[in-house]
Every structure is written in C-alpha cells, then in structure tokens.
C-alpha cells in the first residue's frame, strides 16, 4: 500500500506562484519505480492531467494548459514530488491530487495511476 500526502495549496491571486509537494510512504513502496504525476479538477469538470514524472527519470510530460507555467520535480531522498506553478490564472482554481503508478511512463490518463492522495485546493483569485 502506499500513502500520499498532498500539502502547498492556498489562496492566491492571479499572477502568483504556489509550490505543491506530495509526500509518499509505504513499507514496500519503491519511490524511483513509480510514475508520479498531479492532476486537478474543479468544480463540475473531470480530472485534467496537469505534469508527470516518470519512473526512473525517463520523461516529463505537462498538459498544454500548463506548460511553461509548470515545473514537476521529485527528490528521491525525500519520496516526495512537487508541483512549482507560477503565472496562476482563475482557471487554475481546482482541487490538486498526486498520483503514483507503474504502468508505462508519465502517462496522463488517470485510470493508469494506482495511488492517489487525498487533495489540496488551489483557489486563484482575479
């Protein structure tokens, strides 16, 4: 089983930064073999992939909605993967959720993802 722990969100106005980190554990839980990724969804829409990391460094990968506005990282040292977001817009506002899973690398569909955390909400204000 693994644990993820979502933390960095907040309220924030348009043009401002924010930091998400998810911390993960688990007795058996291998950090560098699993893809982790963060998605979001707001109010009344689905979950949007947002970045992934793939396992063993392969790849990143970041939707068109973020890219360039994003940086994914993770520190293997700390089992935990961040989210820098810089540039935010309303559109940003949505509730952030790390995943982890090992089915190919970075992969942006949600059901591939095994592990998900519980959630940190990101409200960007105009």
């Known amino acids: 089983q693994v644990q993820l722990v979502e933390s960095g969100g907040g309220l924030v106005q348009a043009g401002g930064s924010l930091r998400l980190s998810c911390a993960a554990s688990?007795?058996?839980?291998?950090?560098?073999?699993?893809?982790m990724a963060w998605f979001r969804q707001a109010p009344g829409k689905e979950r949007e992939f947002v970045a992934a990391a793939a396992r063993f460094g392969a790849a990143i990968k970041y939707s068109d909605s973020v890219k360039g506005r994003a940086t994914i990282s993770r520190d293997v040292a700390k089992n935990t993967v961040y989210l820098q977001m810089n540039s935010l817009e309303p559109e940003d506002t949505a509730v952030y959720y790390c995943?982890?899973?090992?089915?190919?690398?970075?992969?942006?569909?949600?059901?591939?993802?095994?592990?998900w955390g519980q959630g940190t909400q990101v409200t960007v204000s105009s």
């Open positions: 995943a982890a899973g090992r089915n190919g690398y970075a992969p942006s569909g949600p059901v591939l993802y095994d592990y």
């Open positions: 688990g007795r058996t839980f291998t950090f560098s073999s699993y893809n």
